[in-house]
């Protein structure tokens, strides 16, 4: 799924025991409550990726965030991204829409072809969440963590560990890219502050 990446850069935390791991959930089935927390603005903090195409696509990603907007009644999100390419000093904005999938407890979206799905995964912080790809697939599996501030706390960092660890993985597989070098800010305020005239009761902002 083709998703932004953005990250806040946290010193790595000791190797946790298998055995005391605190693992999040699929959450499954998906209820407007659970989309309701998703909603409005949210930074990509890390991702790990087994499977080549989301691997390389993380690597190009220099900075990004999004807005979800979700649509109770079409089962649908529109899905507003802010992108920085790593090696070109411009900001990238697209719209699209992901499908959910409610008893499945999966977000989907249609490109390049086919639908790539992820299972929605919430922690008990609500001001983050991560979607799984492939998780019974040792040799294409991932997972991706979002927050709704460009830096998270230890505590939250640790959660995801733990999440990747439960799944098989190490932390060795983590995609790093620094937000501090995305560019998106004016173009996002631009676009934004526009959107706002035409709908006042947009999505939440950042420290919702």
């Known amino acids: 799924m083709a998703l932004p990446w953005a990250l806040a850069v946290l010193s790595f935390l000791p190797l946790l025991d298998a055995h005391s791991l605190a693992c999040s959930n699929f959450t499954v089935p998906i209820t407007n409550a659970d989309l309701d927390q998703i909603s409005g603005k949210w930074f990509y903090i890390a991702s790990a990726y ?10 190009s990603i220099q900075g990004a965030f999004f807005y979800f ?3 109770y009644m079409e089962d649908t999100i529109l899905l507003r991204e802010y992108t920085t390419i790593v090696g070109k000093d411009q900001c990238i904005h697209s719209s699209s ?5 409610r008893e499945n407890g999966t977000l989907s979206k249609y490109e390049m072809g086919r639908e790539h ?3 929605l995964m919430l922690p008990k912080d609500p001001s983050t969440f991560m979607l799984a790809f492939f998780p019974n697939d040792k040799q294409s599996m991932g997972l991706s963590f979002y927050a709704d ?9 640790r959660q995801f560990h733990e999440d990747l660890m439960c799944m098989g993985m190490d932390k060795s597989e983590i995609i790093y890219i620094k937000e501090k070098k995305d560019l998106c800010g004016p173009l996002e305020k631009q676009l934004e502050e526009r ?10 902002e950042e420290g919702k």
């Open 149 to 157: 501030k460009p830096e998270v706390t230890q505590e939250q960092m």
């Open 50 to 59: 087994r499977y080549p195409e989301y691997k390389q696509s993380a690597s």
């Open 117 to 119: 799905f992820g299972y």
């Open 69 to 71: 907007e979700p649509n």
């Open 195 to 204: 959107k706002k005239e035409k709908d006042p009761n947009g999505p939440k």
């Open 97 to 101: 829409y992901l499908k959910v999938q």
